[in-house]
C-alpha cells in the first residue's frame, strides 16, 4: 500500500524547501513533486506544497 505526505508552507526559499526535502527523505519518505500556489500580484510563489510518498 502507498502512502502520501504533503508538506506545506509559506516560506518558499530555496533553504527551506531544501530544509523539506531533506528532513523528509531522511525519515525514509521519496520525493514526488511540487506545487506552488501564485499570488496575481508577484512573481514569487506565495505558498509551495511538497508531496512524498512511501510504501507500507
Not at 531522511?26 to 500556489?37: H, I, R, T, V
Amino acid at each position: 500500500m502507498m502512502e502520501y505526505k504533503v508538506v506545506e508552507t509559506s516560506l518558499v526559499t530555496d533553504d527551506s524547501l531544501e530544509a523539506i526535502l531533506n528532513e523528509w527523505t531522511s525519515n525514509g519518505w521519496q520525493y514526488d513533486g511540487m506545487q506552488f500556489a501564485m499570488r496575481d500580484a508577484s512573481k514569487r510563489p506565495a505558498m509551495a506544497f511538497v508531496l512524498f510518498t512511501r510504501e507500507v
